[in-house]
């Protein structure tokens, strides 16, 4: 393994994704969708907690008050302490399951949905609004990593599928999206966009699934940074730690057998560096 990535937890997990910085916690939070598990990994103790909840489980975000909002199964729910683990709180009317998802700069939980037919564009963006979910963006082939730029002014998604990142003007005010336009289209050499994160300079990182980079974009588009990650399979990127200058990595391993895990033995395991940048503070669940 590079010097420059720690492993932290290596349990093969099947999809990891949407890694969640938990500033009171000391820990990042993170999620293995196929196996619909929850993870807690203890930055101090080096624990990882695991929960097996009734439905799988794609992003998540938290409240002040430590409330979790979750995206799962086939619509939104709060994470409880019941014997289930779910509470339900709005469905959405699309999809075959729930994807990544985000708070914008507003506090609202927003998440996009996935089907199983590759190619659809029939997937969407949703935003909680009290118990409903409200659509956002339409048209998409597979949501994927969202996040803001350090003003709140522009929203970046992630659509999987075609490679492609786009940008939309955003009204933090009302959680709404103005004009869209492609950003940046990923080449095929380069993988297939993932996660994301946004730094305290306006530039975006990106998980690259199938070749293991790590991109850093300046805001108007232009490619500065490549990193290499120790597995080809990284699905998703959080700024944490205290000063929020680490960087968290989940992974993949679905579909491989033991030669490919030879080759690829930190397929699935959830991974730290230091990216030389700062990150920006998550912004909490409203709550609502």
């Known amino acids: 393994m590079s010097e420059d990535f720690e492993l932290l937890v290596n349990r093969q997990a099947l999809h990891g994704q949407s890694p969640l910085w938990m500033h009171a916690l000391n820990a990042v939070r993170w999620v293995d969708v196929l196996r ?8 101090n103790s080096g624990n990882d907690e695991v929960s097996v909840l009734p439905a799988a489980v794609a992003s998540l975000a938290a409240s002040r008050s430590g409330q979790v909002i ?15 683990g779910l509470q339900a709180v709005a469905e959405v009317p699309r999809g075959d399951r729930m994807s990544e998802g985000a708070c914008d700069p507003a506090g609202r939980f927003l998440a ?45 998604l992630v659509d999987s599928e075609p490679r492609v990142i786009r940008t939309y003007a955003y009204d933090a005010g009302r959680g709404q999206v ?3 336009r492609r950003w940046v289209v990923c080449s095929e050499p380069e993988g297939i966009p993932r996660g994301i994160a946004v730094d305290r300079e306006g530039c975006v990182w990106v998980a690259l699934e199938g070749t293991g980079r790590i991109h850093r974009y300046r805001p108007n588009g232009d490619l500065e940074t490549v990193l290499w990650a120790p597995t080809t399979r990284i699905t ?4 944490g730690g205290r000063r929020l200058d680490e960087m968290y990595v989940t992974s993949a391993c679905a579909g491989f057998g ?3 895990l030879r080759a690829d033995p930190y397929a699935g395991a959830l991974l730290r560096f230091r990216p030389g940048a700062v990150g920006l503070p998550d912004t909490p669940w409203d709550g609502r």
Request: charged fraction near 25%.
């Open 70 to 84: 979750v995206a799962a199964g086939h619509g939104f729910a709060r994470l409880s302490r019941s014997r289930n």
């Open 236 to 239: 998703g990127l959080a700024f």
């Open 258 to 260: 033991e030669r490919a």
């Open 178 to 180: 103005g004009a869209g």
């Open 36 to 43: 619909r598990e929850v993870h807690t990994y203890h930055r």
């Open 112 to 156: 996009g949905t996935v089907t199983h037919d590759h190619g659809d564009s029939r997937n969407a963006v949703y935003v909680l609004d009290s118990d409903r979910a409200r659509l956002l963006v339409d048209g998409l082939t597979e949501p994927g990593g969202m996040g803001w730029s350090p003003d709140g002014g522009t929203m970046y």
